[in-house]
């Protein structure tokens, strides 16, 4: 599969770049023409975002590490020590990362589809 459709910068910038499924996500992108290709990124990178960070912290046990995780994210959002704590503070993290990447992945694909 082609990745050039990828801009690699947009995925840079988020903690858990070491999980999300190029091939999947440049999929997803082809469904657009390629001059809307990094607008789509972009957006898809903020439902990621938004659906991941809901997730997460529903999973922590106390708020000190929800507002730990929610300082990590602020100071420097690309750090892959972040996935680290999460990794630390609950095993099941990264599949919960994976799970929101796919429904965000599906709801988006759908909502395009469907519109």
Do not use: G, W
């Amino acid at each position: 599969m082609n990745n050039n459709l990828i801009n690699v910068d947009y995925l840079k910038q988020v903690y858990y770049k070491s999980l999300l499924p190029l091939d999947k996500i440049n999929e997803f992108l082809a469904i657009f023409e390629n001059k809307y290709a990094d607008d789509a990124t972009k957006i898809l990178i903020s439902i990621m975002n938004i659906a991941i960070a809901s997730t997460l912290l529903d999973n922590f046990e106390n708020q000190e590490d929800k507002k730990q995780f929610l300082r990590l994210c602020q100071d420097d959002y690309h750090n892959p020590k972040i996935l680290d704590f999460l990794i630390d503070k609950f095993p099941d993290s990264q599949q919960n990362i994976l799970e929101s990447i796919e429904r965000s992945l599906l709801s988006a694909k759908k909502f395009i589809v469907e519109s």
